[in-house]
């Protein structure tokens, strides 16, 4: 898949050293720091092939529909949920992060609202600030020996872990992806969420919102808390509940709570930030100059690796782009796409496409050969179809596209199409730089026929006659090849033109393009 982008709009005032990386890049791009609505985004967009955002923008199904021209959104930043991955992935747009650019300023942010919570220090400053001096109104407690329970242990999870271990509290924690000795090895013991509960002092959150961490703290969960937990959310608004929050402030259960982000923003709930408890700010977490000049250079310099197919770290939506570009398997990815194109005229409805391919392709490609499939079976219905929607492309046409392995030798790729009581099968191979196509239906050429040019196919039991044909309405005929079996030999025929109507099940067969 090769990508092209010329022109980058950096929005919502991205640091400018991501203007002068993609320029020396050869990438154009525009500083844009006034906020645009939808309106004048979209009309902005139809000038520009990518665009940086960070959390203000919005990214929705409606925007990226009418952008036709955009292949790339990069989010300065790590959270992407004000961009619509589903519909970006539909369109073929990539969608990347810079997972790492706000880690350190979100994990120091984390740990300030848990100190400033321990020592009631906001509340102290605005009593001082007031005139008063209230020693005693503000006692606090130490943070050593006390327990901190972090759910999500990945970058920011466990900075913080390490930042809050030498205050010498306890670190706990879950995540599903993390295994036991992994977190172990972070010193951090992990333990299942209802383990959790009960042994936390302090609790922080550090996943994702999604269907499963949303409302994951909430009135059950806290009443299986310590009775004066205290609670941060650095994450994701939403992942705590916040009226089961503030229910639990008001009765005792929850001592306090450290909030940077809300479920509206700006945040629209008063009475669960005018607690006394409740340590309050709007969304600061990545809110450094070093946060936002590193994700601003990280995010400029992603966008210009992936259009020199250097490196497509922190790209989203498509895991199969990596394995496409290799250089161990552009070639077979390059086949994979031209045989499913091939077989794609053979079908006009719903069909199973079995692939087949060595082992050590299957461990090593599986992605970028399901993907060069899908984009290759429908190349003749979609001119927009890549690696990022092929996928989805193909299932909405009905394709239910398995690949597994087999003994075949190191080169080769077989798929077999069927549909109803249809069956067509191609085998092909990479050799040298060339895509080749070696048999249809079990019925070998004796000839290398190449996949990268146009040609009339069929099936024929009277060669000669369908010969005559083709050569009689077509003097653009560049090659024939046939297969050499007792009847009903396969025809492909290189040219430039059509063929004849009058050659029953005649097919053309036009290469698709990268």
Sequence with gaps: MSISVKRVLLLDNVDPAAHQILAD???ESTLFKDKLTVDELVTKLQDYEGVVIRSATKMTADIISKCPQLKIIGR????VDNID??????HGVIVMNTPGGNTLSAAEHTCTLIACMSRNLPNANASMKAGKW????FMGHELYGKTLAIVGLGRIGREVAARMQSFGMTTIGFDPMVTKEDAAQSGIEWLSLDEIWPRADYITVHTPLIPQTRGLLNKETFGKCKKGVRVVNCARGGIIDEDALLEALVEGQCGGAGLDVFVDEPNTNLKLVAHPNVVAAPHLGASTTEAQSRCGREVAQQIADVCTSKSFFGVLNAPALTQVQSGEMK????????????????????????VKVSETDMKKGKWGITASVCAGLVSNTDQNANVVNASTLAEQRGYKVSVNASSTQADCIEIELKSGDKTVSVVGVAQNGFCILQSI????FASPVLLTQKAALFQSSKIGEDLGKLMTASSQVRSIHMTASESNNWVVAAMEGDAPTSIAGVTMYTPPSF
């Design 76 to 79: 300065a930043g790590t959270g």
């Design 441 to 444: 239906d079990g019925k070998h």
């Design 25 to 27: 890049n050869g990438i």
């Design 331 to 354: 070639g077979k990815c390059q086949l994979a796409r031209y045989l499913a194109s091939l077989l794609s005229n053979f079908n006009k409805s719903s069909a199973s496409v079995d």
């Design 134 to 137: 209230e020693r005693k109104a």
């Design 85 to 90: 991955l589903p519909a970006a992935t539909k």
